[in-house]
């Protein structure tokens, strides 16, 4: 049974969303404030967390950011659920490091699929292992045990969302990836127009892979149109290689 800790201090809300969990088979903690919220999340090691930003003591944005950079807790997919709607909350939201965010007031539909979806994903990335994907090109190797890339050489540690998304362009690769089929494949549900969720996530991937991340060679925008990974083959570099010199 998958556990979940919802973080969050409005008492209805919260008694809403674990009552529903529970009734959807989840086993469910609770804590009121950031600084339990984080003492838990390092003490039980939940399978998701559900995390308010607006939280007494220890904001949600801090609390996401220390858990991301506790070894304990770096790999729990963490789901916002607040009030703040605004595109900068949203964004500042994914730049702590959360991997999802949805906004009050919310249907309990909406967020058990959008659990669902983030429960499925952390669980199915390591199976890519097992099917016949595409987990290299060139000079980049996806390494879904530990949610790792070996790029150009380099190890780069990625969250299970970046490793998803990574790989999702990587099975197309040279074709551009229109963000609705972004959004079902790696977010897994149906698109909401919501393309900043995507836009912050490249960007982190640009500063993990790309030389100028303002510039990008490898992780192309395709205005109008999505996200193109386009990356040399062997021959391709070696082809390059030789005209270079």
């Not at 919260?14 to 009552?19: G, Y």
């Not at 009121?32 to 984080?38: A, L, M, V, W």
């Not at 390092?42 to 070894?71: A, S």
Request: proline content about 5%.
């Amino acid at each position: 049974m998958p556990r979940i800790l919802v973080i969050d201090d409005d008492a209805a809300i919260a008694e809403i969303v674990c009552i529903n969990l529970e009734m959807a088979g989840y086993e469910v903690n609770q804590a009121p404030d950031g600084i339990q919220g984080q003492a838990m999340a390092i003490q039980i090691q939940p399978d998701l967390i559900v995390l308010d930003l607006m939280l007494p003591k220890v904001d949600g944005y801090t609390v996401c950011q220390r858990l991301r950079r506790d070894d304990r807790t770096s790999d729990i997919p963490v789901l916002m659920l607040t009030a703040l709607s605004q595109t900068q909350n949203k964004v500042e939201g994914f730049n702590a490091g959360a991997d999802d965010y949805l906004t009050k007031p919310f249907e309990i539909e909406e967020l058990l699929a959008r659990v669902r979806a983030l429960l499925r994903r952390t669980d199915r990335i390591p199976q890519a292992a097992k099917h016949s994907e595409i987990l290299n090109y060139g000079e980049l190797t996806l390494v879904p045990e530990r949610f790792e890339a070996i790029w150009r050489k380099a190890t780069i540690k990625l969250t299970h969302l970046e490793f998803e998304l990574l790989h999702c362009l990587l099975q197309r690769h040279g074709q551009t990836v229109s963000p609705s089929d972004i959004l079902r494949e790696v977010w897994g549900y149906d698109p909401d127009d919501d393309i900043e969720t995507i836009r912050v996530h490249i960007r982190h991937l640009r500063t993990k892979m790309e030389p100028d991340p303002r510039r990008p060679k490898y992780i192309k925008t395709i205005y109008g149109a999505g996200y193109c990974l386009e990356l040399q083959n062997d021959r391709e570099e070696e082809k390059s290689q030789s005209v270079n010199t």
